[in-house]
């Protein structure tokens, strides 16, 4: 059983678009991470968290506690942003949980 | 820049052979894991490993095992592949007792078994 969700699945956007991907969980954590994996297979990580926002160029992340639920925002999108988004959750010290991740689509 | 080098990209095997992955990380790193990806399902931890020679099984440890003998590198050991273990093999790496470091992942071994 996956205990953490990603919505959508698939996203399809056109350049320059405001992307939003959304990570739902289910007990209480100790951190969030956003992953970005290549087309290669190769996975970097973007953003870990505990709360509130964190900004990286033109990639925001932002978490609420409360709710359980966590967001992804890309602004101005491009084609090189075209990549699968994965959500993990941490809920032990070693014990992550991943989502099935989100693969986007950028067309020019 | 943190480096987490898997041996092979991709690797091709038969049913019943011993099949060995490698993976080396070199910025001492306590904790170092294995994943397997697998379409719909997300990353699945096979084995994890807090120091040399510890390991700790994740979710699916059945049909694999793991060797830790220094501290850069962590081999995953299918002891007899089979078709239900063709996947991407995921290693990755992370600082400290806790688990509130980020992971460093290197670029995955795609591996089937015929």
């Known amino acids: 059983k996956n205990e953490v969700e990603q919505s959508p699945q698939n996203l399809t956007a056109q350049e320059g678009e405001f992307i939003t991907i959304n990570c739902s969980y289910s007990?209480?954590?100790?951190?969030l991470h956003w992953l970005q994996q290549h087309p290669g297979g190769g996975i970097v990580s973007l953003f870990m968290?505990?709360?509130g926002k964190k900004k990286h160029g033109r990639l925001i992340a932002t978490i609420n506690i409360q709710e359980k639920h966590s967001s992804l925002h890309i602004t101005a999108s491009h084609p090189r942003d075209s990549a699968v988004y994965i959500c993990?959750?941490?809920?032990?010290?070693?014990?992550?949980?991943f989502g099935a991740g989100t693969r986007l689509t950028v067309k020019p | 820049d943190v480096k987490v080098t898997q041996s092979s990209r991709y690797l091709v095997k038969r049913t019943g052979e011993k099949v060995f992955l490698e993976c080396v990380q070199d910025?001492?790193?306590?904790?170092m894991f294995w994943y397997r990806q697998d379409p719909g399902l997300g990353l699945r931890l096979i084995y994890f490993?807090?120091?040399?020679?510890?390991?700790e099984k994740g979710d699916i440890p059945e049909g694999y095992s793991v060797s830790r003998e220094k501290k850069e590198r962590f081999s995953l050991i299918l002891e007899s592949a089979s078709t239900n273990q063709t996947s991407m093999y995921l290693c990755?790496?992370?600082?400290?007792?806790?688990?509130?470091?980020?992971?460093?992942f290197g670029d995955g071994t795609r591996l089937s078994i015929l």
């Open positions: 490993s807090y120091d040399v020679k510890m390991k």
């Open positions: 007990v209480g954590i100790s951190a």
């Open positions: 993990a959750v941490l809920y032990n010290n070693n014990d992550m949980r």
């Open positions: 910025m001492d790193h306590e904790n």
């Open positions: 968290l505990s709360s």
């Open positions: 990755a790496s992370g600082q400290g007792a806790g688990g509130n470091q980020p992971q460093h």
